[in-house]
């Protein structure tokens, strides 16, 4: 199986990481500490470093609560049927890129090995250091944490390792990843295309034209109705390979359940006092998710299925 310290990286010069006590180390000398809650800090040295980059933790704690109740089951499991279909056999090795508190991670993860019945090995990477130490957490209660950040052996068949890092500069080999995902996240698509192996896939999921609707004419008095459709940039070396839409509703049934989702989309950053108040009137809601799983490989690779 794969160990995780074979595919990490020095956020500062790119050199193979060795373990030295509680620590991870490089040939140039720079270290990174094993945290309390199980994560070795990969951000880069300077600005990211700074514990309120990426998603603050009302914004993590709401998620956690919200995605915790299952309402967004059916994505992971579209996800997952779609990179069990494309993948060869054999261990996967899953790069979540703005992975938040690991929720996705761990379910895709999950999955995958029901599906398929090979070992996982999954890397969750997010600039907020908080949401790294809920995916620790949230690993550790389901029981794919192992301490193989710091260099021991996996010690099961699904591993999820939740770590800071930043996703424009992934901490992570060249040319290791079965599968990139980037879900509800910025997307990058170069260190996407360096990170995946010949044959793997970039599984974006992002919202469709109706995604949410209910809850934005409830915020705002005119609702946009533009889809963003993720694509690489020309010379990139990533192509789409297929889209899939997936559209289905669920209730939020409390005010609070409401609350959290709210509190989680980029509607919380953007809201006005009016549209709140609005909201916090709400005991729930019927809603629609309505998102498009956009699927890419590397140009002049086939993939499992096409071979
Ligand atoms: C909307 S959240 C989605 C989280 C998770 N994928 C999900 O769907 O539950 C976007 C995440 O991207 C992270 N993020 C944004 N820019 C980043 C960067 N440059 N490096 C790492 N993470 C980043 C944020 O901290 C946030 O947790
Ligand atoms: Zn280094």
Known sequence: MTELLDLLRCPACGGTLARRDGSLVCEARHAYDLARAGYVNLLPPGKMKNARAGDEAVMVRARTAFLSLGRYDPIDEALADALCRL???GEAVVVDMGAGEGWHTC?????????RAAPVLALGFDASKYAAERGCALA????HFSRCALGSPREGDVTVACLPGNIFHLPVADACASAALSLFAPVPWAEAARVLAPGGILAVVSAGRDHLIELRRELYDEVRTTEYLPAPPEDSP?????????????AAE??????NLFVMTPFYHKTGEDGRRRLAQRDGMRLTASVNLSLFVLRGV?????S
Do not use: I, Q, Y
């Not at 379910?107 to 599906?115: D, G, H, N, Q, V």
């Not at 550790?140 to 029981?143: C, E, I, K, L, S």
């Not at 409390?254 to 609350?259: F, M």
């Not at 086939?302 to 096409?306: D, E, G, H, K």
């Open 107 to 115: 379910r895709t993860a999950e999955l995958l090995f029901e599906k």
């Open 302 to 306: 086939t993939c499992s299925s096409a």
């Open 87 to 89: 993948l060869p056999d």
């Open 140 to 143: 550790r209660a389901r029981g």
């Open 254 to 259: 409390s005010r609070e359940e409401l609350e």
């Open 238 to 250: 990533l192509k789409l390979l297929e889209r899939v839409p997936l559209a289905f509703s669920f």
